[in-house]
């Protein structure tokens, strides 16, 4: 009988034992399905707001104003601020032109401002900073300006403007960057800076950033050939070219657009200064410009800040901006070939010029 019992006792041990094992198995079971479920929910809400966001900064269907500063002018400033000089004339076409500035002054003071936490350096600072943070500006002392370069913005016809106040005529395009008339900031001590930021005007003239950008592949890889590009151009061929090609008869001369745009979202966008961002290479939160000149209103722009730097009538300004027919057309022409992907991604890498300087994308 004591030996049945034990039998008993040994068997309900081992059952209850197994019987623990089990419920603490499922349990766990039930935790983990449990937990799975709700981190795979709270992971589709992530995802969900992150697409959300990732959608509410890529123009819809491409074609939607961005910080349109046309939209801010009408919403705040006059009817005459998007006049022409052709229609205004004397005084109220300049105070036309001062509203004008300023309200591209405010829209970028506040877009760095609110939505890049980027703010105006104070001068001494700005002088103690690498050169190359202060690269992009040129010296002329004697009419006491600063000018930001941004190339493709009609930069060589300012480099031209300088050279020629300075004496020097009829000097080929290629050799005007180097020209000893060109005074850069680099070359300044520290005290030589901050007294020209203080006392200076400054100015910087911008473009529709997908504008400057066909103009960069145009200008380098269409219209001409310069052995540095050709190099860039191999290179981008080797690596982006997706038909089957010859390696040996590379050139580097019949780089496609799409090519180059996979190349720039590839991120070589800062690798030559006529395609850096704008809001990389001027800096444009940190300086306080006093003007911002863009491309595109080249007419009126021009010929205002030659009158505010004191040499119009001086200085000849050799070629305003095309045909803005004629740009629509390219623009449209050129960007139609890529795919949705790759303008959305180059969108992205430029938005900040073009929230900064109030432009729309194009209509493509």
Same mark, same amino acid.
């Given at each position: ?9 040994? =068997? ?7 019987? #623990? ?6 349990? &766990?079971?039930?935790?983990? !399905? ?20 990732? /959608? ?25 601020v998007n006049s022409t000089a ?9 105070? $036309? ?13 506040? !877009? ?8 105006? #350096? ?16 040129? $010296? ?18 300012? /480099? ?5 106040? +300075?004496?020097?005529?009829? $000097? ?6 180097? @020209?000893? +008339? ?15 930021? @203080? ?5 910087? *003239?911008?473009?529709?950033? *997908?504008?400057?950008?066909? &103009? +960069?592949?145009?200008?380098?890889? $269409? %219209? @001409? ?22 390696? &040996?008869? !590379?050139?580097?001369? %019949? #780089?496609?657009?799409?090519? *180059? ?11 030559? =200064?006529?395609?850096?961002?704008? @809001? ?17 209103? +080249? ?20 070629k305003a901006f095309t045909d ?5 057309h390219r623009i449209k022409t ?7 992907? &790759? #303008? ?6 430029? /938005?900040? %010029?073009?929230?900064? *300087? ?7």
């Amino acid at each position: 009988m004591p030996r049945i019992r034990l039998r008993r006792l040994i =068997v309900m041990f081992v059952f209850g034992t197994l019987a #623990v094992y089990a419920i603490g198995i499922f349990s &766990s079971l039930a935790y983990v !399905i449990y937990n799975r479920k709700d981190f795979l929910f709270r992971r589709i809400q992530v995802n969900a707001q992150r697409n959300k966001y990732i /959608e509410e900064r890529q123009p819809p269907d491409f074609r939607e104003h961005i910080g349109s500063s046309d939209r801010f002018d009408r919403q705040r400033k006059t009817q005459f601020v998007n006049s022409t000089a052709t229609e205004i004339d004397g005084d109220k076409w300049m105070s $036309v032109m001062d509203e004008k500035m300023l309200v591209r002054k405010q829209l970028l003071t506040g !877009i760095c401002e609110n939505r890049y936490n980027r703010y105006r #350096v104070k001068i001494e600072t700005l002088a103690e900073k690498p050169r190359q943070q202060l690269r992009a500006l040129i $010296v002329n002392d004697q009419n006491r300006f600063l000018y930001s370069i941004a190339y493709k913005v009609g930069s060589t016809n300012w /480099e031209r403007v300088i050279v020629e106040m +300075a004496g020097y005529k009829n $000097v080929p395009n290629q050799k005007l960057y180097k @020209h000893k +008339a060109l005074k850069w900031t680099e070359k300044l001590t520290n005290q030589e800076v901050v007294e020209r930021l @203080h006392n200076y005007t400054k100015f910087i *003239f911008v473009r529709n950033p *997908f504008s400057r950008i066909l &103009s +960069a592949y145009k200008d380098k890889f $269409v %219209d @001409h050939h310069f052995p540095l590009f050709n190099s860039i151009g191999k290179t981008i061929i080797r690596k982006y070219r997706k038909s089957r090609f010859n390696v &040996s008869e !590379i050139d580097g001369t %019949d #780089v496609t657009f799409q090519e *180059f745009v996979d190349y720039l979202t590839d991120g070589h966008y800062t690798a030559n =200064v006529h395609w850096t961002p704008i @809001h990389i290479q001027n800096c444009p939160c940190e300086i306080d410009f006093d003007y911002i000149g863009k491309l595109e209103d +080249a007419n009126d722009d021009v010929k205002y800040v030659l009158i505010k730097v004191g040499i119009w009538g001086k200085a000849y300004y050799h070629k305003a901006f095309t045909d803005p027919a004629s740009e629509k057309h390219r623009i449209k022409t050129y960007y139609s070939t890529l795919t949705r992907e &790759s #303008v959305a991604q180059l969108y992205r890498i430029y /938005e900040p %010029d073009f929230l900064l *300087f109030g432009y729309t994308l194009p209509e493509m």
